[in-house]
């Protein structure tokens, strides 16, 4: 496990880590990396609420209209349905 996971920082920094000190700094990174890509997909989730929500504000609609509207996959639905 531990060296899978040298491996991946290596590849991904180019070279193996010389000392703690970087090895804590290419963790942090990608821990910084990782969140970011989080906050992303978490935001496009928020906005697709707000974009169901408005549907079904202005429109009358159900939630299931609103997600067929926008075109959501039958299989994301259940998760947008457990937010609003």
Known sequence: ???SFF????????GRPTDMCEVLDRVENKGK????I???????????IEGIRTLMKHF?????????MMEIPEEER??????L
């Open 7 to 14: 491996s991946d920082l290596s590849a991904q920094e180019g």
């Open 38 to 48: 989080e906050g992303i997909i978490e935001g496009r989730i928020e906005g697709r």
């Open 60 to 68: 009358d609609l159900t939630a299931q209209q609103a997600m067929e």
């Open 33 to 36: 990396e990782e969140g970011i």
């Open 78 to 83: 259940p998760k947008y349905e457990a937010r």
């Open 1 to 3: 496990m531990q060296d």
